[in-house]
């Protein structure tokens, strides 16, 4: 157990980074505490155990967020909700995501996009993790993660252009 405390405030920090909310970081963070302890045996040492806690945690606030995205769709709410819910801003992707339109637009055509790509972006964008530590949640290269971000940006950027135009 004692090897999950030391981890806790990194884990913390990155929980703050996908989800912009102290409260929702928190609960990231215990959830994961807890399906890791009891997931225990299944780590290998693969990865560091920081990589491991983060790949839970990304996927319990992918998780998350297909929730309130169906209780959104079903409530017909308008586009902005979604972005207020789930507060994912960040100012790392050309200074788009900072306008919630285009931070809608965004998540959409994010959702749109086809693994590893849709993954690879939300995990440096909103996880703001290094390409490093990408690569090993998906067992790659250092290199791989970052053509596949850069990848992942142009179809992003690529869709945007195309939608201006229509």
């Known amino acids: 157990m004692q090897f999950l405390e030391a981890e806790y405030e990194a884990l913390y920090h990155y929980a703050l980074s996908l989800c912009q909310n102290e409260h929702n970081a928190q609960d990231i963070t215990q959830e994961t ?38 209780e959104i769709s079903s409530d017909a709410m308008e586009p902005n909700a979604l972005e207020s819910l789930l507060r994912t801003s960040s100012d790392s992707i050309e200074q788009e995501l900072s306008d919630k339109d285009s931070a809608y637009e965004i998540h959409l055509i994010l959702h749109s996009i086809s693994e590893p790509y849709k993954e690879v972006f939300s995990l440096r964008v909103f996880g703001q993790l290094p390409f490093k530590d990408i690569a090993s949640i998906f067992g790659k290269t250092e290199s791989w993660a970052r053509v596949t971000y850069h990848r992942a940006r142009r179809m992003i950027t690529e869709k945007m252009r195309k939608d201006d135009n229509e």
């Not at 399906?35 to 790949?55: G, I, P």
């Open 33 to 70: 505490f807890l399906k890791a302890m009891r997931a225990k045996d299944k780590f290998n040492n693969e990865s560091s155990l920081y990589t491991w806690l983060c790949a839970i945690a990304r996927n319990l606030w992918f998780d998350r967020c297909k929730k309130i995205k169906k």
